[in-house]
């Protein structure tokens, strides 16, 4: 009797999911042609990805050498084809590259380059950094010791990637305008710092010696 029972209960089961199955089969269908697309579109997005960051990689290569064979112009050409095409890390290498090629022919078009990318929110911190010290050291020879201080402050504090090169410009600059007082307050703090590296405390000891000496009260 059991037995006949068992047989009941899954002649039952069999029937529902009959039911469940003609009621909700397109639904079911559907999702996994959905999730089945989806893993495809997502590998093939992460292989094109990886194709556009090799190819981006290579012509990144060849401008750089381009740029080490003082073929200038036509480095800058391809940095800055790379500055609008490629993925964002190689565009964004190639916007600082395409400026220091501009350099070679226009200081200052090329500090206001590097001032553009430090004053863009979407670059990281230590790139805008970056592009803040090559900016200044386009224009150490030409700007006012105040527009330094402008612009190289932010780098300079504790903790931050080129505080140690904003430093020294700002000393320099201040040693330019005659302030004393400034050049020798930039000087302390690399002097102060720990992790300054070996070569710059040693440009710096020779700056302070061309410092006139502190007044006794």
Same mark, same amino acid.
């Given at each position: 009797?059991?037995?006949?029972?068992?047989?009941?209960?899954?002649?039952?089961?069999?029937?529902?999911?009959?039911? &469940?199955?003609?009621?909700?089969?397109?639904?079911?269908?559907?999702?996994? &042609? &959905?999730?089945?697309?989806?893993?495809?579109?997502?590998?093939? @997005?992460?292989?094109?990805?990886?194709?556009?960051?090799?190819?981006?990689?290579?012509?990144?290569?060849?401008?750089?050498?381009?740029?080490?064979?003082?073929?200038?112009?036509?480095?800058?050409?391809?940095?800055?084809?790379?500055?609008?095409?490629?993925?964002?890390? @190689?565009?964004?290498?190639?916007?600082?590259?395409?400026?220091?090629?501009?350099?070679?022919?226009?200081?200052?078009?090329?500090?206001?380059?590097? *001032?553009?990318?430090?004053? *863009?929110?979407?670059?990281?911190?230590?790139?805008?950094?970056?592009?803040?010290?090559?900016?200044?050291?386009?224009?150490?020879?030409?700007?006012?010791?105040?527009?330094? &201080?402008?612009?190289?402050?932010?780098?300079?504090?504790?903790?931050?990637?080129?505080?140690?090169?904003?430093?020294?410009?700002?000393?320099?600059?201040?040693?330019?305008?005659?302030?004393?007082?400034?050049?020798?307050?930039?000087?302390?703090?690399?002097?102060?710092?720990?992790?300054?590296?070996?070569?710059?405390?040693?440009?710096?000891?020779?700056?302070?010696?061309?410092?006139?000496?502190?007044?006794?009260?």
């Amino acid at each position: 009797m059991s037995e006949l029972f068992d047989e009941v209960d899954e002649e039952v089961r069999r029937d529902q999911l009959k039911k &469940l199955w003609d009621q909700y089969s397109i639904y079911i269908i559907a999702l996994a &042609l &959905l999730i089945i697309a989806g893993v495809g579109g997502w590998r093939g @997005y992460q292989y094109l990805e990886a194709k556009r960051a090799a190819e981006a990689g290579a012509a990144f290569d060849k401008a750089s050498e381009l740029s080490e064979a003082n073929k200038h112009a036509e480095a800058e050409t391809a940095f800055a084809d790379l500055a609008a095409k490629a993925p964002w890390g @190689y565009r964004m290498l190639a916007r600082l590259r395409t400026a220091a090629e501009i350099a070679n022919r226009d200081k200052p078009a090329a500090a206001k380059m590097f *001032d553009d990318i430090a004053a *863009d929110g979407s670059v990281g911190a230590p790139e805008r950094d970056l592009a803040r010290i090559r900016a200044a050291q386009l224009l150490l020879e030409t700007t006012t010791y105040p527009n330094m &201080l402008q612009r190289l402050e932010p780098a300079t504090a504790a903790g931050a990637t080129f505080r140690h090169t904003a430093r020294e410009l700002l000393a320099l600059s201040a040693w330019r305008a005659n302030d004393t007082a400034a050049a020798r307050q930039w000087l302390d703090l690399i002097a102060n710092d720990g992790e300054s590296p070996a070569s710059l405390r040693s440009r710096a000891e020779a700056l302070q010696a061309l410092l006139p000496p502190v007044a006794k009260s």
